[in-house]
Each structure stands twice: as structure tokens, then as C-alpha cells.
């Protein structure tokens, strides 16, 4: 924890610094705007990220404070600033996590889970591949903690009864929700904000977008994890025995059975499969329906998320009670509080002054300074995300992307693309993501486990988004 501590006291002064040095290489350019209100925005954000990197306060805490900061020092008024709460993006996964949690309720993510993981019969290679494969397309359209959370007492079964140990497991199945979760627009708050962002210049990404890019990373993640992971996780595995380290089973010995509700199953599945098709389809109904292509286009995604709560409601497949537990409210309140920096850093000028300063900043690297650009945003995201919350780094750098690409005259579409899947490669440390923190405790894992099992794979991704987010991303559409 004392080296926890360092990492989090170093990244703090860093970040400190960085934005703060940005700005005054900016400055000779010139703002437009009030000097006195860029500043204060930029203190806004830098205080916001050093309580998200520090937690000295609640999360939840500090993005409601960001808003009322912004509002008592006249940066943005009341409804710009809470507007994130009416956001169509953070409904969307608010209605989400409800639909989500039925499959869990009814035992379906539970039967597929134990029913594909089974068929890899004890085989260590072929097991870890399953566990990533299930893990990855449960959490492109279910809550990736929540799949985390319902996979875990199955891989707890599955090493007692094959002799393979946790510690092989557990990280796999981390890093696979965070990779797969990157692949849908509702797989990761961050993908939500990315598209509420670039809806604020009237662009969209559909709902497979993400997709395009993060496919890649996932197939190579899981090839990673079988390859090189895999004996890298086997010399964790063995250090830890040497050690002596108490068998993470005794943990779960005592926790009761859960049980599920199997009848309502055909009602939940209904209902999230017909949510997801008309997700999907909206794009695509000028192919197939023509005459009814405008009609549909004028429903906003989230309407279909609304409806299909309500089904589950109304069938009680889940309770009320249920369905407001299912909801993650740290994750909601952190997405619309934080909306507010985005109109907040435009209006003042901020983002533009920040802006600036990064396009300097990267002038020096002798290339195409779009491409320099997509570098030094993806290396900032992914070193912040690994450190606070990637729903709090998408946050505060969507702007700051959108900006960027607006001066440098390009589409910000790729600048973006580069912090939303940024966001998502979090390997380096168990506070990166909620699953990161789930596999812990009952893996037995240290902070320096997750470097050891991570920092390559962390490497490889980055390299993999600048070369691919240009391709399927183009800075000049």
C-alpha cells in the first residue's frame, strides 16, 4: 500500500503541474476569453482530478462539488452545469444497469457463464480463453462489474475443481471486461461520455463504432493472456505459494447459495435482446425500411433503454428495490457531474487555452501533428485512468480532445476515439476499474501483480490505438 501511496503522491504532483504548464505555453497565442475565468476553470479541473486521484473526499462528492464550483464562480450557469443529470447518454445507462441486472436475476448470465467455461474441461490454455471470451461479450452489453462480480464464485468453483489456481483466473477475467466492455457504446460510462461529447457538435458514433477499433485490442489481449500472461501469472502463482499466502477459497466458503428466479428468464432475455436490436438497427433502418427510416431516427437510444426497464418493472422480473440497488449511482453521479467541465472549459476559453498548449506541446515531436496530438492524449488518458476512476478521465478530457481537434481543423472524432479507448486499457493497478478492485482480495493479488501482469499488455494497447483509431478514424473525413 506505501508503494500505492507513492504512485498516487507522484501522479498527483505530475498532474499538478502538467496542465497548469500547458496553460502558460498557450498563453503567448492569446484567448478571446476572460483570462480570470480560464484560469479558474483550469483550477476547477485541476482540483477535481487531485481529489479523483487522491479520494480525500468521495468520488460521488467531488463531481457534485465540481457543478457547484462552477456555478457560485460564474463559469457556467445552473442548467449548463446540471444538465448532466437530463443527459440522454447518462439515462441511457442508468436504464442499463436495470435491464442488465435482470439477467443477472434470473440466473441467465449465471447458466452461460457455468455452460461455456465447461466445455474447456480442465485445459489451463483453453480455460483462460473461455474466461476472456465470456468475460468480454457479457460486459459489451452487461455492467462490467457486474459480470466481474457473477463470474467470480464460478472461477472459484472452476479452480477448486480443476486444481488450477485463482491467481491464473481472476486477472483474465479483469482485463477481459475492461477490453470487451470497450466494444459497445453501453459496455463503459466512458463510451457514453465520448458520444455525448461529440453529440455536442452534432457527430455520433453507432452503436458498434467502438467496436471497430476495440475488437482488435481484445482478440490480442486474450492472445496475450494465453501466451506471455499466462507465464507471467504462473511465476505470481508460484511466488505467492513460496510465501506461503492463505488460499483465497476460505473466503467463499460461507457465503450462502444464490438463488435465482428462472421463471421470469424468457421475459428478461426478451427484453434486453429486443433493447439491443433496436440500439443496433438505428443506423440501419434506411436499409431495410425506408419509408419508416425518419420515424426511428427521430428515437433518441435512451427511449428504448426507458421502455425496456419498464417491461422488467411492470413483469417484476426485479423489484423496485432491486432495480435502484442494481444501479450503479457512484458511476451515474460521476458522468452527470462531470458533464458540466465539458461547457464549462468551451465557454471560458479553457479548453482552448489548453488546447493550444498541447498542440505546442507536441510540435516538437516531428511528425503530423494530429498524429503527435493522438499520442500525447492517449499516453495522459492512459496513465490518469490507471490511477482514479475511467469514467472521471473520460470526463475531464473529452473536452479537452474536442477542443484540440477544432484548432488543429481536423474531425475530433479520432481525438475522442483515442481518450474513450484510453480510458478502457487500465491494467497497472487494482483502483483502475471496479473488476481491477473485485479479483483483489479473493486472488490474493498485491499492487505490484497487476504492474508485473499488466505493463506489457498496457504497452501493446497503446501502440494498437495509435495505429489503428486513424485507420477505421480518419483525422480528415
Known amino acids: 500500500m506505501k508503494k500505492f501511496r507513492l504512485f498516487r503522491l507522484m501522479l498527483s504532483s505530475l498532474f499538478l503541474v502538467f496542465i497548469p504548464s500547458i496553460a502558460r505555453a498557450a498563453e503567448s497565442s492569446g484567448s478571446s476569453s476572460n483570462t480570470t475565468q480560464i484560469w479558474i476553470a483550469i483550477g476547477i479541473l485541476i482540483l477535481a482530478a487531485v481529489l479523483f486521484l487522491t479520494e480525500a473526499i468521495p468520488l460521488v462528492a467531488t463531481a457534485m462539488l465540481v457543478p457547484f464550483l462552477l456555478v457560485i464562480f460564474q463559469i457556467a450557469t445552473f442548467g449548463e452545469?446540471?444538465?448532466?443529470?437530463?443527459?440522454?447518454?447518462?439515462?441511457?445507462?442508468?436504464?442499463?444497469?436495470?435491464?442488465?441486472?435482470?439477467?443477472?436475476?434470473?440466473?441467465?448470465?449465471?447458466?452461460?457463464?457455468?455452460?461455456?467455461?465447461?466445455?474447456?474441461?480442465?485445459?489451463?490454455?483453453?480455460?483462460?480463453?473461455?474466461?476472456?471470451?465470456?468475460?468480454?461479450?457479457?460486459?459489451?452489453?452487461?455492467?462490467?462489474?457486474?459480470?466481474?462480480?457473477?463470474?467470480?464464485?464460478?472461477?472459484?468453483?472452476?479452480?477448486?475443481?480443476?486444481?488450477?489456481?485463482?491467481?491464473?483466473?481472476?486477472?483474465?477475467?479483469?482485463?477481459?471486461?475492461?477490453?470487451?466492455?470497450?466494444?459497445?457504446?453501453?459496455?463503459?460510462?466512458p463510451n457514453g461520455i465520448i458520444q455525448s461529447a461529440y453529440g455536442s457538435i452534432k457527430g455520433t458514433f453507432t452503436f458498434f463504432d467502438f467496436g471497430k477499433v476495440s475488437i482488435f485490442i481484445f482478440i490480442i489481449g486474450i492472445i496475450f493472456m494465453v501466451t506471455i500472461g499466462k507465464k507471467i501469472l504462473a511465476k505470481i502463482d508460484q511466488q505467492s505459494s513460496s510465501k506461503g499466502i492463505k488460499d483465497p477459497e476460505d473466503d467463499m466458503k460461507m457465503k450462502p447459495e444464490i438463488t435465482y428466479d428462472r421463471k421470469k428468464a424468457p421475459i428478461a432475455i426478451a427484453t434486453f435482446v429486443l433493447v439491443i436490436v433496436f440500439m443496433v438497427m438505428s443506423p440501419l433502418w434506411q436499409n431495410f425500411l425506408p419509408s419508416l427510416a425518419p420515424f426511428f431516427k427521430s428515437i433518441p437510444l435512451v427511449s428504448y433503454a426507458v421502455l425496456g426497464a419498464v417491461v422488467i418493472l411492470a413483469a417484476k422480473v426485479v423489484t423496485v428495490k432491486q432495480a435502484f440497488k442494481a444501479v450503479d449511482w457512484t458511476t451515474i453521479f460521476l458522468f452527470a457531474g462531470m458533464l458540466s467541465m465539458k461547457p464549462a472549459l468551451v465557454n471560458s476559453g479553457a479548453a482552448e487555452f489548453i488546447g493550444k498548449g498541447i498542440i505546442q506541446g507536441t510540435g516538437g515531436m516531428g511528425i503530423n501533428p494530429n498524429y503527435a496530438v493522438l499520442i500525447a492524449l492517449i499516453i495522459v488518458s492512459v496513465i490518469v485512468t490507471n490511477f482514479m476512476s475511467n469514467t472521471a478521465t473520460a470526463a475531464l478530457f473529452a473536452p479537452i480532445a474536442l477542443e484540440v481537434g477544432v484548432l488543429l481543423g481536423c474531425s475530433p472524432a479520432p481525438l475522442l476515439m483515442g481518450v474513450g479507448l484510453a480510458t478502457s486499457a487500465c491494467f497497472l493497478t487494482p483502483v483502475a476499474t471496479p473488476p481491477n478492485t473485485l479479483v483483489l482480495g479473493p486472488g490474493r493479488y498485491s499492487f505490484m501483480d497487476y504492474v508485473k501482469s499488466g505493463w506489457m499488455l498496457q504497452l501493446i494497447v497503446v501502440i494498437l490505438l495509435v495505429l489503428l483509431i486513424p485507420i477505421f478514424f480518419p483525422f480528415m473525413p
Open 81 to 189: 452545469a446540471f444538465s448532466g443529470f437530463s443527459d440522454q447518454w447518462v439515462l441511457l445507462f442508468l436504464f442499463m444497469f436495470i435491464i442488465g441486472d435482470s439477467l443477472f436475476q434470473v440466473g441467465v448470465a449465471d447458466k452461460l457463464g457455468h455452460s461455456i467455461i465447461r466445455v474447456a474441461k480442465n485445459n489451463e490454455t483453453r480455460l483462460i480463453v473461455y474466461v476472456m471470451l465470456v468475460s468480454g461479450l457479457m460486459s459489451a452489453f452487461l455492467s462490467n462489474t457486474g459480470t466481474a462480480a457473477c463470474l467470480l464464485p464460478i472461477m472459484m468453483a472452476i479452480s477448486k475443481n480443476s486444481g488450477i489456481s485463482i491467481k491464473k483466473l481472476l486477472i483474465p477475467m479483469a482485463f477481459a471486461t475492461s477490453l470487451g466492455g470497450a466494444m459497445t457504446l453501453i459496455g463503459t460510462p
